[in-house]
């Protein structure tokens, strides 16, 4: 498994913006994916955004224009940079790294925006 950790979530005023940083522990495969996922209480985790190696990036309809993902070029680290932040994205986002049988995700970091 790939040790993820991430930072960068926090407090935020509805309008503002949040960099959130995930980076892996060791070296990683040019042609896995990593993505951000969250989570708000009492609903089921869903997909934010991913990147591939090829830096194909795919987003949920509820962020695109607002959410920006990318990765550095070792693989190891990617960004999501949230803009114009919404209430209905308080939530906890994960992390996730995938390749072939490898599924790995991070602990966690909480994105609150306050009305």
């Known amino acids: 498994q790939v040790q993820l950790v991430e930072s960068g979530g926090g407090l935020v005023q509805a309008g503002g913006s949040l960099k959130l940083t995930c980076s892996a522990s060791?070296?990683?495969?040019?042609?896995?994916?990593m993505g951000w996922y969250r989570q708000a209480p009492g609903k089921q985790r869903e997909l934010v955004a991913t990147?591939?190696?090829?830096?194909?990036?795919n987003y949920a309809d509820s962020v695109k224009g607002r959410f920006t993902i990318s990765r550095t070029t070792n693989w190891r680290t990617i960004f999501l940079q949230m803009n114009s932040l919404k209430p209905e994205d308080t939530a906890v986002y994960y992390c996730?790294?995938?390749?072939?049988?490898?599924?790995?995700w991070g602990h966690g970091t909480q994105v609150t925006v306050s009305s």
């Open positions: 996730n790294y995938w390749r072939r049988t490898v599924d790995s």
């Open positions: 990147v591939t190696g090829h830096l194909t990036k």
């Open positions: 060791e070296s990683v495969s040019s042609l896995s994916t």
